[in-house]
Nanobody
Framework: QVQLVESGGGLVQAGDSLRLSCAAS????????MGWFRQGPGNEREFVAA????????YYADSVKGRFTITRDNAKNTLYLQMDSLKAEDTAVYYC?????????????????WGQGTQVTVSS
């Protein structure tokens, strides 16, 4: 079993930056694929970014490409999401997820474990 705990959310203004963290515990190798999803008010959960834990392949939603950067620290078992040039439409609860198998990185069913989420609110 893998436990995922997100942190780093908050209230910021448009144009500001935030860095989200996701600490994984329970296994030394949290998952083959790690990802970030978000769910805004009245919206379905959507893919944001993903990274392969061993390789350096990264994947981004078009809406965040060029503004968000996903990284991981294998030694610390921690996943990060650096969010720059934030917009009001980035307001959402952000979830960290881990998948045991490769799978499609932008599909929620790829992921077996989910965190509780951290709120990001961007005021315009």
């Amino acid at each position: 079993q893998v436990q995922l705990v997100e942190s780093g959310g908050g209230l910021v203004q448009a144009g500001d930056s935030l860095r989200l963290s996701c600490a994984a515990s329970g296994r030394s190798f949290p998952g083959v694929t790690m990802g970030w999803f978000r769910q805004g008010p009245g919206n379905e959960r959507e893919f944001v970014a993903a990274i392969r834990w061993i390789a350096t392949s990264t994947y981004y939603a078009d809406s965040v490409k060029g503004r968000f950067t996903i990284t991981r620290d294998n030694a610390k078992n921690t996943l990060y999401l650096q969010m720059d040039s934030l917009k009001a439409e980035d307001t959402a609860v952000y979830y960290c997820a881990a998948g045991r198998l490769p799978g499609l990185p932008d599909v929620a069913r790829t992921y077996d474990y989910w965190g509780q989420g951290t709120q990001v609110t961007v005021s315009s």
